[in-house]
């Protein structure tokens, strides 16, 4: 066991843990944040996407361990003073999902492609979405959903 | 009186994302209980190996260990084979124990399961249970595992044939065939598919020492079927003290319908250590244990008259069940299979023929459609394959052979009779959107270039809403096939609403509230809806075969009748006042002619459970249950159409439009119905073009990871142009036809279809699924052209 510490959510967390632990579980089953999802074993489904340091990475291809001194923002973080991120709002009016499985990914995913490429194409978004799986929409309103937002996240962000 | 503005047929944003959005919802995985202890399956390697012994002395010695248990532990223990729940005359069902104990005949048929303290320590642990296998040749595909000299899996099932079931009049066929002026035959693989929700299996089995409940969270779309069979069947427990609760669940396409060995041998074991116990299947595991779909090999033979009218149609095909038979597997390649090939078409003489054969891969059952894509693809493919022999236009033999408007209620020879349908009309509003005239023209340019456009056809029908139960058992089930809800008014008027049916994404916490608001009056704020609880939930069926809106949705409206009903008497006591001359309108019950005398919804409530004043011989409450069993199915149709380029340098197809105009009936939701059928074309696309469970020759699954598994991803897709027409179906009050599987059912075919057009050029009349670049260039390659 080894002792890590990491910013989640803004707040700072120091655990011991094994070092064999998934992020993604450290998350899940000791941080008790559990709007993060574990879709597959070969990091293709991005289910369990987050944004560390702002990067969008999949959080069960890294170790709990690698992440110390990391600064994490999961689904659960990205909601502001109770108000919906643009990017959550967007989905939900566009109905960018069905059984929820895969949303957070998408969500975390979403805001990091927006936040390099704050104006997209059609085709720079379906690229962009690549490493998500979605099996209930076929992405037709994930793409609506992430085109709304960014035309909605500037005004937000106040520019 | 304001009346409230019909929900019904709007648009409303769904009830249930903020929680999914905000990562607030709860999925089995995210249920914790304190001392939960966590399982870890061993599973065979082989894909048919006899087990000479099981060594668990290391296992059970392993750090943080609890106990470890084998096939012959769970037989000792009580522990029966799994159900089969749909019977054919002469069925063989070989046993299939929740643990194997002999023999293992697929590679993931769990032979042990190890619990421990935490799940990285029961995966520890499995890997030292030590199984002497002794392995057995094993045979993947079923036209083999039906030909002599096949390795045999079961005792019980000589020659792997577990079933052999037709349908239709075949000396009448036949003789159609004799006097036919055309004929066409083809042979197709319809392959095998693995479902693929997002959200792995889950079950968490939590016993209450005290009482010898237990409470199991599980991922199933049917609860209440989970319950009767593994208590009444698997566990020998009452009914009574087993609960079943499916929260929010990660998607289902079939494959959480179905009782798996892993929640059986949860909730045994929670019993024997008093803890509570849960299992997560990771991805690699769902791919060699949900039930896989499809694998169909198929002979069919189409008969033309001289005007190109379909006279017979001929079909024989063997269906690969997997190892054992899983839940309903029997009825997904006979009565949800044979019963759909007239397709839209008048066809005089229909004869099916099938063989259920058991293969050493995992067992299959119904996926998204189950059986009528199977169909769907057949008749498509060959109505489109008779119209190039004749050469006519695809839109034209379609035509031809519509079932007339005049023609509904429609008496098909394959045993269903459709409720109703208006077939050109749909075919027209896609032509239209498509401008396929114009599009025609394109292609044609496009050749002379070297570019391959292809356009294809699926004027597909449907079969949902899975009904009557009478018929249904008359024909094998060992179900009732209705659905329950019942609507509880509370005193203050608020309500809520419990349904059998259970939503795993299709939003019923919007729609069924949508069609309660409507009929009470009451703003949708003050509906609850509840599913997924056999605690809270009188019984029911629960969703699949896109019966939740027809069947689920129907229940919910006749209970809420009833509601008004005994609300009627008590405020027309109130008002003193006649029922007769009592109406209820915008939340208020009023004299007819005299609306300033009122009761609102609430005070009626609220009467009903003080029960200060009621009328004579009412008794108090104010809640209503109803089982609805429908008449008949209800009959979806539409026509879709594929544009699709292929590439003659890569042998890469591309979708480039994609027009759908489905008929769904009424519809409750149209932003949820289209989300449907969006992600159900993508499903049936995607067979078309990328997915296929591989097996080698030995039964190991090639494919058995998301790595090498063709999942679509939204760099593959286009948008979609959806339309609609509505024909309402006469079998229920609200005339819903029901919209989960049709974009899965109809996709296949016209993508299939568009991509044979793009490939006419080079002479190729037919390929088989999936069209991976690699098979399509090798087959323009072949061509010489």
Not at chain 2, 408 to 413: E, V
């Amino acid at each position: 066991m080894g002792t890590v510490s990491i910013n989640v959510n803004g707040v700072d967390f120091t655990r011991e843990v094994e070092p064999r632990l998934l992020f993604v579980h450290f998350l899940r089953d000791v941080l008790g944040l559990t709007g993060t999802h574990v879709g597959c074993d070969t990091s293709q489904c991005g289910a369990c996407t987050v944004l560390v340091d702002g990067e969008a990475t999949k959080s069960c291809t890294l170790f709990a361990v690698q992440l110390e001194g990391r600064k994490v923002t999961t689904i659960e973080g990205i909601a502001q003073a109770g108000k919906l991120h643009p990017v959550q709002q967007a989905f939900w009016d566009k109905h960018g999902l069905q059984c929820g499985f895969c949303t957070p990914g998408m969500i975390i995913t979403t805001c990091a492609l927006l936040d390099k490429n704050p104006k997209p194409t059609e085709e720079e978004i379906r690229h962009g979405l690549e490493g998500n799986i979605c099996r209930c929409t076929g992405y037709h309103n994930i793409v609506k959903a992430v085109q709304e937002a960014a035309e909605k996240l500037p005004a937000a962000r106040g520019n | 009186m304001a009346t409230q503005p019909q929900l019904f047929g709007q648009s409303i944003k769904r009830r249930e994302d903020p929680r999914l959005i905000t990562g607030k919802g709860t999925y089995v995985d995210d249920v914790k209980l304190p001392g939960t202890t966590h399982a870890a399956f061993v599973r065979s390697p082989h894909a048919h190996a006899r087990i000479k012994s099981i060594d668990t002395t290391a296992a059970r010695n392993s750090k943080g260990v609890v106990a470890v248990y084998t096939g012959k532990d769970l037989v000792a223990g009580g522990v029966k084979p799994l159900p089969v729940g749909w019977l054919l005359p002469d069925i063989k069902i070989p046993p299939y124990n929740v643990l194997a104990v002999d023999k293992a005949r697929y590679m993931g048929d769990a032979v042990a399961v190890v619990i421990a303290e935490t799940p990285y320590l029961a995966r520890d642990a499995a890997d030292l249970v030590e199984v002497d296998y002794e392995p057995l040749p094993a045979v993947v595909e079923g036209i083999k595992a039906a030909q002599a000299g096949a390795p045999q899996l079961h005792n019980e099932a000589p020659n792997n044939v577990s079933f052999k079931w037709s349908l239709g009049d075949k000396q009448k066929t036949d003789d159609a065939f004799k006097s036919a002026a055309k004929t066409v035959k083809q042979k197709f693989h319809n392959q095998r598919l693995i479902p693929n929700a997002i959200e792995p299996r889950a079950t968490l089995a939590s016993v209450n020492p005290g009482t010898g409940e237990v409470t199991a969270w599980i991922t199933t779309q049917n609860p209440h079927v989970h319950r009767l069979l593994m208590a009444a069947f698997v566990l020998g427990m009452p009914e009574t003290k087993l609960r079943i609760i499916s929260p929010d669940v990660g998607g289902g396409f079939g494959s959480k319908i179905f009782v798996y060995p892993e929640e059986c041998a949860l909730t045994w074991a929670t019993k024997q250590i008093n803890r509570p116990v849960k299992w997560v299947a990771d991805r690699r595991e769902a791919f060699i244990t949900d039930r896989h779909g499809r694998d169909h090999d198929t002979e069919a033979e189409i008969a033309l008259d001289a005007k190109g009218k379909i006279v017979g149609l001929r079909v024989k095909t063997i269906a690969n069940m997997g190892a054992y038979l899983s839940l309903f597997a029997p009825c997904v390649p006979t009565y949800l299979y044979g019963t759909l090939l007239s397709g839209c078409y008048q066809i005089p003489n229909i004869f099916v023929d099938v063989t259920g054969v058991f293969t050493n891969t995992v067992p299959v059952d119904a996926y998204r459609g189950a059986g009528r894509p199977e169909a769907c693809y057949v008749v498509e493919r060959m109505v489109d394959l008779a119209a190039k022999e004749i050469g006519v236009d695809p839109v034209e033999i379609r035509r031809r052979n519509f079932i007339p408007k005049e023609a509904f209620p429609y008496q098909t020879p394959v045993a269903v009779q459709y409720d109703s349908g208006n077939y050109p009309i749909a075919l027209d509003k896609a032509l239209e959107t498509l401008n396929y005239s114009a599009l025609r023209k394109e292609q044609e340019n496009l050749r002379k270039q070297g570019r391959y456009l292809g356009i294809g056809f699926s004027t597909y029908v449907e079969a949902c809403g899975l009904a009557p139960s009478q018929v249904a058992g008359a024909l094998g089930a060992q179900a009732g096939l209705y659905e329950s809800a019942n609507v509880r008014v509370h005193p203050t008027g608020k309500v809520t609403v419990f349904t059998g049916s259970h939503s795993h994404g299709q939003g019923h916490e919007t729609t069924f509230a949508q069609i309660a608001a409507d009929e009470l009056q009451v703003p949708m704020d003050d509906i609850e809806i509840v599913h997924g609880d056999t605690g809270q939930i009188p019984f029911g069926m629960g969703s699949y075969g896109s019966r939740s809106g027809p069947v689920g949705g129907t229940a919910i409206y006749l209970s809420v009748q009833k509601i008004k009903e005994k609300a009627k008497k008590i405020a027309a006591h109130l008002l003193e006042a006649k029922e007769e001359d009592v109406t209820y309108e915008g939340g208020k019950f009023f004299v007819k002619g005299s609306p300033d005398r009122s009761k609102g919804f609430g005070d009626v409530a609220l009467m009903a459970y003080l029960a200060h004043n009621m009328p004579k011989g009412l008794e108090p409450g104010l809640e209503a249950l109803t089982f609805f069993d429908p008449g008949n199915f209800v009959f979806p149709f539409g026509t879709h159409i594929a544009v699709v380029e292929v590439s003659k340098e890569t042998g890469k197809t591309k979708i480039v439009r994609y027009v759908a105009v489905d008929d769904l009936g009424r519809v409750i939701n149209p932003m949820i119905v289209d989300g449907m059928v969006q992600g159900g074309i993508v499903q049936g696309a995607s067979q078309a073009l990328w997915e296929e469970a591989i097996y080698d020759e030995n039964g190991t699954l090639l494919t058995g990871s998301f790595m090498n598994y063709a999942m679509p991803h939204a760099d593959d897709v286009p948008f979609f142009e959806l339309g609609r027409t509505e024909t309402p179906s006469p079998v229920n009050p609200l005339g819903i036809k029901g919209a989960g599987e049709t974009g899965t059912i109809a996709s296949t075919a016209a993508v299939a279809n568009a991509v044979m057009d793009a490939l006419s050029p080079f002479g190729i009349r037919h390929l088989d699924m999936p069209f991976t670049p690699g098979r399509v260039w090798e087959a323009i390659r072949s061509s010489g052209r």
